[in-house]
């Protein structure tokens, strides 16, 4: 018997020849196969409820879930995906290309709450949690498994990424879990069918997806027999490559009304010397990304070629927002590492070198300690935080004079009120109006502003408009445009 497979198959043998009573009720919850959907459940109710307060105590941080709340509003209502936040009549495809979030469409009919958002995403997130916890139990035993899977709940990368409201990457999180782990078992055709729908993710992930192809064809490399995996794996590469070449110059240009892609400037300057990432700043984030998660012994793992593509477009860039590990960037490069982890894990065990054989022992303890101790400045500390469960009053008092806009009303806002409003008006980002004279104007009030202040630079924003103050609550103060 493989070494690998012993612990779990001695499990099986074990539950198979317990006695009945011993296999049922509670025994069954405790079952080792169960141990990835549990894992997977109390993540759920962890992410859910870190999103959830946040969103409810209004810290959202940036406009993106206004954006993906408009463009998923449009599905949901059978229309085309208009994100005005980011300019009038903006088709979301032509920014990114990522009609997977069309998904969620049905949900927000039935729900129709940012909210629906953030509880959708804290499941894809939980779900990734599957695979990665079930192959390392498949091939390290139970312990080692859940120690493993733990880890990568709590993985930094995942808590900044769930902290970082909503964002479409997190379809990718599943789709690269279960791809991987088909490929470390060696069962090609589902792993190409779930890399696959990853070019519907975003432009740059078809790169990714032909990086797992090209992973299928390596690990086959010298195998007879394997006609048909061989070409699912070039068919993988071949359609990946093609899928992001096809976003990039034909589809995101035609729903464009540049007609181009918005995103190649951030690949070259803008009439001058371009930003370049400081070698330290790469070098930091490489760590991060493969020492608290992996002790650096993913790098004995071929699966780390699959996050090549997301690495190689962060660093070449010249916005050094993608340079380092806040956000959600780094959120699809931790199904990658813990993966490799695994599978390196699994190797190292009958190394002929017993210093490596040992540390990869007691690696998968490390790994757990070190999620757990960097948990204590990460996301999900708050929740053990008293305040974290308050809705102080200036929120409600904020949200009672974000309630007296009106529906279906043109407002011009920052990021807290879109929060609010997207769902139920037609929302604009500040100063991108595009000539639009809105209704009202919801603004956070800062650096010693007055209403009065506030009001008078609308007026100077939009010529020709005059704005009364409504109301002024928690910092935020409310505008509408009196008439002529």
């Not at 990424?161 to 964002?167: G, L, R, W």
């Not at 519907?200 to 090209?214: F, H, I, M, P, S």
């Not at 010529?463 to 609550?473: I, K, L, M, P, T």
Request: glycine fraction near 10%; hydrophobic fraction near 50%.
């Amino acid at each position: 018997m493989d070494s690998a497979t012993a612990v779990p198959a001695q499990a099986r043998k074990s539950a198979e020849t317990a006695p009945s009573g011993q296999r049922t009720g509670f025994a069954r919850l405790g079952a080792p196969r169960l141990d990835p959907y549990w894992l997977a459940g109390v993540l759920f109710v962890l992410y859910t409820t870190l999103s959830v307060s946040r969103h409810l105590r209004m810290l959202t941080m940036s406009w993106d879930l206004g954006i993906f709340e408009q463009a998923i509003r449009g599905y949901a209502e059978l229309r085309a995906p208009i994100a005005d936040l980011k300019g009038p009549g903006t088709n979301i495809l032509g920014d990114h290309f990522s009609p997977i979030t069309a998904l969620v469409a049905p949900f927000y009919r039935a729900f129709p709450t940012p909210l629906t958002l953030l509880v959708v995403q804290a499941a894809l997130f939980a779900l990734s949690a599957v695979p990665v916890t079930r192959l390392a139990a498949h091939l390290l035993g139970r312990g080692r498994g859940l120690a493993i899977g733990v880890a990568y709940g709590l993985s930094w990368g995942v808590q900044r990424a769930v902290d970082f409201d909503f964002h479409e990457i997190a379809f990718a999180m599943p789709l690269l879990a279960f791809s991987l782990e088909a490929v470390v078992r060696r069962r090609w055709t589902p792993a190409v069918l779930w890399a696959a729908p990853l070019v519907l993710v975003k432009e740059d992930l078809g790169v990714t997806a032909a990086a797992v192809g090209a992973l299928v064809l390596l690990r086959l490399r010298g195998a007879r027999g394997r006609t048909r995996a061989v070409a699912q794996g070039a068919a993988l590469v071949a359609f990946g490559l093609a899928a992001t070449a096809l976003a990039l110059g034909l589809i995101i240009p035609s729903f464009n009304s540049g007609g181009s892609y918005d995103y190649w400037n951030k690949l070259g300057g803008d009439g001058g010397p371009a930003p370049v990432i400081p070698a330290d700043t790469a070098v930091r984030t490489l760590l991060w990304t493969l020492l608290p998660t992996t002790g650096l012994l993913a790098l004995r793992s071929p699966v780390l070629i699959v996050a090549l593509p997301t690495l190689g477009w962060r660093f070449v860039s010249h916005d050094d927002h993608y340079w380092g590990t806040d956000w959600h960037y780094s959120a699809v490069l931790m199904p990658v590492v813990f993966i490799a982890l695994t599978e390196a894990l699994a190797a190292s065990r009958t190394s002929p070198r017993r210093r490596l054989r040992t540390y990869a022992h007691h690696l998968p303890a490390a790994v757990l300690a070190a999620a757990l101790a960097l948990t204590a400045s990460l996301p999900l500390y708050g929740l053990t935080m008293p305040d974290t469960y308050r809705i102080p009053p200036q929120v409600r008092a904020t949200e009672r004079l974000l309630d007296r806009i009106p529906d279906g009303a043109t407002v011009e806002a920052d990021v807290v009120p879109i929060s609010r409003l997207a769902g139920r008006c037609r929302v604009f980002w500040v100063g991108g109006t595009g000539g639009i004279r809105p209704d009202y104007v919801a603004v956070h009030l800062g650096d010693g502003r007055t209403p009065a202040d506030a009001a008078a630079d609308a007026a100077r924003t939009h010529a020709g408009a005059r704005y009364v103050v409504v109301g002024s609550e928690g910092g935020y103060v409310v505008l509408r445009r009196a008439a002529p």
